[in-house]
């Protein structure tokens, strides 16, 4: 499902700001980190290789690849939200954000060098059989071969030449950046997700039990109520909850706890009136339970060891699920769709 705000596509204009921004944050990442070669002390040669060639060329082949992709990767978001169907729409932000920070920590650093590799063959590929489809088992010429073998060999060589200060960018990534905002992550996490929740109450008294997924796909004019007064009230909500759990208020676990009933009364009431009324509507019991789980791990456990672990990994698996159901939909998507 397409969304727009005023004529402007979402999911293009997410693509756009991402073909400006990966680049960008590319050569950050060489500024600021203090890659050395394992080869050589020499500060000019380290200089040339670490500051300007290699981000010159990791950026270059994320640009190509995202320009490449660009039609895919706006028909993937768009695709998104049929795909993610089991997940309430009120939580979709919730577990896309959590998703999104483990993709910018994570996955796009590690894949850098093979995007890189992958994009200069492509480039040398198209420019020699002039196609603008992808790849295909067509036979291809002797020349074509050597040339993307040849065009492979500089981002290969950039791969090799940081390789080993790669590994250790996973690991400053994770001390130095995952574990001591995991605490903030997890508390902003949770007042968000308890925001949603009563947002999602509020939305399903006004409407006598009518989810507001349902709403939005089957019944649009039984809303009775402004979605853009319970946004307001839930971002207001969501501050109000961030003040009190950064300052360690107890009054916070009283909404914590009304954040996880909810979550559960939502939950059912969203699966029996959405049955009655369309036989062919996805109830979001599997969306809600993660939320529950996520949401109890802190409140029905009195092991505070085991309750850590299991936020840690709810926070992980529903980030990862988001990035697998996101890759496996951009692989299977139709080039009719394109």
């Known amino acids: 499902m397409t969304r727009e705000v005023k004529g402007i596509i979402l999911s293009r ?11 960008i944050s590319i050569f950050l990442i060489f500024i600021l980190v203090d890659f050395r070669l394992w080869f050589t ?12 060639l290699c981000p010159l060329v990791f950026s270059v082949a994320w640009f190509f690849f995202l320009v490449l992709f660009a039609n895919r990767f706006s028909e993937t978001i768009d695709s998104m939200d049929k795909v993610v169907g089991v997940v309430p729409l009120r939580l979709k932000f919730f577990f896309g954000l959590n998703a999104l920070f483990i993709l910018l920590i994570f996955v796009f650093p590690l894949i850098t060098p093979l995007i890189a590799i992958l994009s200069f063959a492509s480039m ?14 067509s036979d291809v010429s002797v020349f074509t071969k050597f040339l993307m073998v040849a065009a492979s060999i500089l981002p290969i060589f ?9 590994f250790r960018l996973a690991l400053f990534l994770w001390n130095r950046i995952w574990l001591p905002l995991l605490e903030y992550i997890y508390i902003t996490s949770y007042c968000l997700c308890t925001a949603l929740a009563i947002g999602s109450f509020f939305i399903l008294i006004a409407n006598k039990g009518v989810s507001e997924y349902e709403q939005i796909y089957y019944h649009p004019d039984e809303l009775k109520v402004n979605l853009t007064y319970i946004k307001v009230f839930e971002f207001f909500l969501f501050l109000f909850f961030l003040f009190l759990a950064l300052l360690s208020l107890d009054l916070i676990l009283l909404f914590y706890y009304a954040g996880f009933v909810i979550v559960a009364i939502v939950s059912i009431v969203n699966f029996i009136s959405g049955r009655r009324r369309n036989r062919k509507f996805k109830g979001h019991v599997l969306g809600y339970l993660l939320a529950a789980v996520f949401m109890g791990s802190n409140l029905l456990l009195f092991n505070e060891a085991l309750a850590e672990v299991i936020q840690l990994w709810s926070l992980v698996i529903s980030a990862a699920l988001f990035i697998l159901v996101f890759f496996i939909t951009f692989f299977k998507i139709e080039e009719s769709e394109l």
Request: overall charge positive; proline content about 4%; charged content about 20%.
């Open 13 to 23: 204009l997410i693509i756009f700001i991402t073909i400006i921004l990966v680049p």
């Open 41 to 52: 002390d020499n500060r000019v040669i380290t200089f040339w290789v670490i500051k300007v």
């Open 124 to 137: 040398a590929w198209r420019l020699t059989t002039f196609r603008k489809k992808s790849w295909d088992e």
């Open 158 to 166: 950039c791969t090799i030449c940081i390789i080993p200060e790669y």
